[in-house]
Nanobody, 115 residues
Framework: QVQLVESGGGSVQPGGSLRLSCAVS????????VGWYRQAPGKQRELVAT???????NYADSVKGRFTISRDNAKNTVYLQMNSLKPEDTAVYYC?????????WGQGTQVTVSS
């Protein structure tokens, strides 16, 4: 069973930065299509950013230019660098890994942006 463990969430003031990490178990991490999603209170879960096995990235319009997704296949880890954070970025952030119709989720990490 593949397990995803997120870390790096917390509280930060507007304009600040956080780096989320997601460690993925298993030996075929390099083949996974991985991404970050978020869910704010009372809202549906939404895509934040994804990165393919070849390193191609995709971002939600709301985070383009502020967030950067990356992966380290040697460490089985995907990262989300979040800069210029805004209050509307407040949400629980979830890591996702997908490969051949198998879809895995982490437990989520809270990000709160508030003054």
């Amino acid at each position: 069973q593949v397990q995803l463990v997120e870390s790096g969430g917390g509280s930060v003031q507007p304009g600040g930065s956080l780096r989320l990490s997601c460690a993925v178990s298993g030996s075929i991490f390099s083949r996974y299509y991985v991404g970050w999603y978020r869910q704010a209170p009372g809202k549906q879960r939404e895509l934040v950013a994804t990165i393919s096995s070849r390193g191609s990235t995709n971002y939600a319009d709301s985070v383009k230019g502020r967030f950067t997704i990356s992966r380290d296949n040697a460490k089985n880890t995907v990262y989300l660098q979040m800069n210029s954070l805004k209050p509307e970025d407040t949400a629980v952030y979830y890591c996702n890994a997908y490969y051949t119709n198998q879809d895995y989720w982490g437990q989520g990490t809270q990000v709160t942006v508030s003054s």
